[in-house]
T-cell receptor, first 114, second 114 residues
Framework: DAGVIQSPRHEVTEMGQEVTLRCKPISGHNSLFWYRQTMMRGLELLIYFNNNVPIDDSGMPEDRFSAKMPNASFSTLKIQPSEPRDSAVYFC????????????FGQGTRLTVV | AQSVTQLDSQVPVFEEAPVELRCNYSSSVSVYLFWYVQYPNQGLQLLLKYLSGSTLVKGINGFEAEFNKSQTSFHLRKPSVHISDTAEYFCAVSDYGSQGNLIFGKGTKLSVKP
């Protein structure tokens, strides 16, 4: 398996624009997590899904952020409208619930909002 | 609520010296504990994990960690570090019922000098 795949690796956008980050989890994994990493706040859990259903979105900063998981092999994190303070590295991770081992992380998407 | 405290934000050390990276957690329930490593511009990679059993856990790259329930600690150690160990290290906790949701510490940057 190729691991967790995120796209794009880098995104530069202007304030006010919509940004969509994409994630393909490891095949067979049934939990998916979105994290945000910044110098100030470290790694923060934004939302996680189990069997494509959002379980906890309490980490989503505000209504400008939304996440979907339409099927077991794809998830998106959308920011609309984007703001400079959204600049960060966004990580997607997946794991196999019920036989808990660990979460496997993608390479991340570095988002810069100017 | 769970939380993880990594007491040192930066640890400089000379090559071949021993190192200990400290981690304390706060949880009212039984937990799983993890150490992840992040090399520059990469995602997080699992170093080791404690799920149950022996409190001394051995991981990749010669690292080990000891779970101490009474002190709620999970410190990471390596007897002799290499330049290639320079990276950021994250301690994480997950409780038994959380479906794999990891709560991370702020990270410790390990700098190994020749």
């Amino acid at each position: 398996d190729a691991g967790v795949i995120q796209s794009p690796r880098h995104e530069v956008t202007e304030m006010g624009q919509e940004v969509t980050l994409r994630c393909k989890p490891i095949s067979g994994h049934n939990s998916l997590f979105w994290y945000r990493q910044t110098m100030m706040r470290g790694l923060e859990l934004l939302i996680y899904f189990n069997n494509n259903v959002p379980i906890d979105d309490s980490g989503m900063p505000e209504d400008r952020f939304s996440a979907k998981m339409p099927n077991a092999s794809f998830s998106t994190l959308k920011i609309q409208p984007s703001e400079p303070r959204d600049s960060a590295v966004y990580f997607c991770a997946s794991s196999l619930t019920g036989q808990f081992t660990e979460a496997f992380f993608g390479q991340g998407t570095r988002l810069t909002v100017v | 609520a769970q939380s993880v405290t990594q007491l040192d934000s930066q640890v400089p050390v000379f090559e071949e010296a021993p190192v200990e990276l400290r981690c304390n957690y706060s949880s009212s329930v039984s937990v799983y504990l993890f150490w992840y490593v992040q090399y520059p511009n990469q995602g997080l990679q699992l170093l080791l994990k404690y799920l149950s059993g022996s409190t001394l856990v051995k991981g990749i790259n010669g690292f080990e960690a000891e779970f101490n329930k009474s002190q709620t600690s999970f410190h990471l150690r390596k007897p002799s570090v290499h330049i290639s160990d320079t990276a950021e290290y994250f301690c994480a906790v997950s409780d038994y019922g959380s479906q794999g949701n990891l709560i991370f510490g702020k990270g410790t940057k390990l700098s190994v000098k020749p």
